[in-house]
T-cell receptor, first 109, second 116 residues
Framework: KNEVEQSPQNLTAQEGEFITINCSYS?????LHWLQQHPGGGIVSLFM???GKKKHGRLIATINIQEKHSSLHITASHPRDSAVYIC???????????FGPGTRLSVLP | EADIYQTPRYLVIGTGKKITLECSQT?????MYWYQQDPGMELHLIHY???????EKGDLSSESTVSRIRTEHFPLTLESARPSHTSQYLC???????????????FGSGTRLTVV
């Protein structure tokens, strides 16, 4: 069993739809990260969470420490949101990352 | 606007050549990392550094080596490239004990290496 799992593995949505990507983990963590990787390969760090909820533009990330579960939501999705979204967990705010397998999102116009 | 720079962006090289992938960051971060990612696969940590003159191997065994002589510079070297080294290499940096509001890590744009 992988330490970090994501669902769905692949997701296709129509522009404007509300999107949810889920992440569950089985190890003790200090922080959970959501990363975005575009087709060119570059990675952008979207969120780092240790509790509760954070919002950045159309993106919302939540974490439930007791249930070891996090969700990434995208409101009013747009084709430029098409990317691979990676969940990763770490201890000590950035050490010893464990990455999930990623969710490949395609938003169609 | 990138604060961490990787060069080259793409590299095609013959078997047996020595190569160095460059990574530099201008943020004064003490921690730096190298990740390897095969197409469509997960990222794997191959090297990390917690400061000058500190380097450690990561979870994934790699034939590459790294050095950290200056805070801002963390080059990765392959002494003799082989086709099995074909992959994408991503550099990242982070700060110690600082939780920025939304971002904990900064990634470079990656180097896509092909060994023929």
């Amino acid at each position: 069993k992988n330490e970090v799992e994501q669902s769905p593995q692949n997701l296709t949505a129509q522009e404007g739809e509300f999107i949810t990507i889920n992440c569950s983990y089985s190890v003790g963590i200090s922080a959970l990260h959501w990363l975005q990787q575009h087709p060119g390969g570059g990675i952008v760090s979207l969120f780092m969470l240790s509790s509760g909820k954070k919002k950045h533009g159309r993106l919302i990330a939540t974490i439930n420490i007791q249930e070891k579960h996090s969700s990434l939501h995208i409101t009013a999705s747009h084709p430029r949101d098409s990317a691979v979204y990676i969940c990763a967990v770490s201890d000590n705010y950035g050490q010893n990352f464990v990455f999930g397998p990623g969710t490949r999102l395609s938003v169609l116009p | 606007e990138a604060d961490i720079y990787q060069t080259p962006r793409y590299l095609v090289i013959g078997t047996g050549k020595k190569i160095t992938l460059e990574c530099s960051q201008t943020m004064g971060h003490d921690k730096m990392y190298w990740y390897q990612q095969d197409p469509g696969m997960e990222l794997h940590l191959i090297h990390y550094s917690y400061g000058v003159n500190s380097t450690e191997k990561g979870d994934l065994s790699s034939e590459s080596t790294v050095s950290r002589i200056r805070t801002e510079h963390f080059p990765l070297t392959l002494e003799s490239a082989r086709p099995s080294h074909t992959s994408q290499y991503l550099c990242a940096s982070s700060e110690t004990n600082r939780a920025r509001d939304n971002y904990g890590y900064t990634f470079g744009s990656g180097t896509r290496l092909t060994v023929v």
